[in-house]
T-cell receptor
Framework: GAVVSQHPSRVICKSGTSVKIECRSL??????MFWYRQFPKQSLMLMAT?????????EQGVEKDKFLINHASLTLSTLTVTSAHPEDSSFYICSASGIWVGRGYTFGSGTRLTVV | QQQVKQSPQSLIVQKGGISIINCAYENTAFDYFPWYQQFPGKGPALLIA?????SEKKEGRFTISFNKSAKQFSLHIMDSQPGDSATYFC??????????FGTGTSLTVIP
């Protein structure tokens, strides 16, 4: 149980375009979803926390207008990278927690974004 | 400010040996300490976790040792195997379920 599906696994986009990444909890209700960014050989950096039906809370230094997060249902959260630039190229990972899942996060498999 | 400090950054162990990764924290409000295993191109997967009311937890070849007074915890991988080669992250969270991750340890187990 407690499976989180993230899609797409890889995406290449042109500079200036927008990209949407989906994160779904398949077998539980995710009351909270988290979005992380990970650079090569580095740790996970929390970008934002979103609760279903509420606006996301962004970490300091993360541009909320650039990284749009929507958590419209208990099983789906999306991250949209708007007007992507090469420096946005990174590995994006979502995770979800729910009432019945326990304290540990369940992570998605990640999305490798390359902006050319 | 790094809430959770992890060492070493990389580790090479012979097959069958013991891999030890250490973490330290400052915030006494943390009450849940998980370890995650991450393979290249994949998201982290929960490996084992401990709460501060116990000093040790063992699951198979993986053991967490926890020292509350020193605010340190470590992961021990017994009988390390090449398949254990991955990056390991420690983490700590508070009751608000805010997680803070260590910087990661790249483990290589050589046959």
């Amino acid at each position: 149980g407690a499976v989180v599906s993230q899609h797409p696994s890889r995406v290449i986009c042109k500079s200036g375009t927008s990209v949407k990444i989906e994160c779904r909890s398949l077998d539980f209700q995710a009351t909270t979803m988290f979005w992380y960014r990970q650079f090569p050989k580095q740790s996970l950096m929390l970008m934002a926390t979103s609760n279903e039906g509420s606006k996301a809370t962004y970490e300091q230094g993360v541009e909320k207008d650039k990284f749009l997060i929507n958590h419209a249902s208990l099983t789906l959260s999306t991250l949209t990278v708007t007007s992507a630039h090469p420096e946005d190229s990174s590995f994006y990972i979502c995770s979800a927690s729910g009432i019945w899942v326990g304290r540990g996060y369940t992570f998605g498999s990640g999305t490798r974004l390359t902006v050319v | 400010q790094q809430q959770v400090k992890q060492s070493p950054q990389s580790l090479i162990v012979q097959k069958g040996g013991i891999s030890i990764i250490n973490c330290a924290y400052e915030n006494t409000a943390f009450d849940y300490f998980p370890w995650y295993q991450q393979f290249p191109g994949k998201g982290p997967a929960l490996l084992i976790a401990i709460r501060p009311d116990v000093s040790e937890k063992k699951e198979g070849r993986f053991t967490i040792s926890f020292n509350k007074s020193a605010k340190q915890f470590s992961l021990h991988i017994m009988d390390s195997q090449p398949g254990d080669s991955a990056t390991y992250f420690c983490a700590a969270s508070n009751t608000g379920n805010q997680f803070y991750f260590g910087t990661g340890t790249s483990l290589t187990v050589i046959p």
